[in-house]
């Protein structure tokens, strides 16, 4: 009997630390500042409020680029960034046969009236990403960017999940805690 009462109490404390358990994000962050060096010209500024110490600035007048490679495969993504001007268009390129072609034009709304304006985030923009993409980005007007953020693609879109979903967590819990507390109790009234 004690046995099957501290079995019984071993899978609720099991059951419960797992429930604690969080699925890891479902976005991967990309530094602004680690685009590919040999095929991009951004201009590199170092400031420790910024995510990894660094942002870029690209602008149309300078005609720089910024190239990223093995993007994950992405449903969306966001841009932390600043821009005064209106009528600043972030344009996104993906390779395509050794070609970039355009994927999408993002208007972007200005920060503020001087460079010292906050980063801020923009709006998710949805876009589908495949699995190891080369992305390009340019613009027209000027802009400076901290850092992306690629909202991972979820199984809707064919996408094989690697780390189970909080919610799949739950419903896995749920069965193995059923099952268990169902057969401990049909042996405890066979006992009976
Ligand atoms: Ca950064």
């Not at 590199?44 to 490679?69: L, R």
């Not at 613009?139 to 991972?152: A, Q, R």
Request: glycine share 8%.
């Amino acid at each position: 009997m004690k046995k099957r009462v501290c079995c019984f109490v071993v899978l609720l404390l099991v059951f419960i630390l797992a429930l604690g358990v969080s699925a890891e994000d479902d976005r991967v962050r990309v530094e602004a500042e680690d685009f590919l060096p040999e095929v991009s010209n951004p201009a590199v500024a170092d400031d420790e409020n910024m995510s990894g110490g660094k942002f870029i600035g690209i602008d149309s007048v300078g005609g720089h680029v910024i190239i990223y490679d093995n993007i994950p495969a992405s449903k969306a993504f966001v841009v932390n960034y600043r821009a005064i001007h209106e009528g600043t268009i972030l344009h996104v390129f993906i390779e395509k046969d050794s070609e970039f072609e355009s994927l999408i034009d993002v208007d972007i709304t200005p920060t503020g009236e001087d460079w010292g304006a906050p980063f801020l985030d923009t709006d998710e923009i949805e876009v589908d990403i495949p699995e190891g993409s080369k992305l390009k980005f340019t613009c027209t007007g000027s802009i400076s960017i901290d850092y992306f953020e690629f909202i991972l693609a979820d199984e809707d879109q064919g996408e094989e999940p690697t780390i189970p979903s909080t919610g799949d967590l739950a419903i896995i819990q749920y069965a193995v805690f059923g099952v268990f507390s169902t057969l401990l109790l049909k042996k405890r009234v066979r006992t009976i």
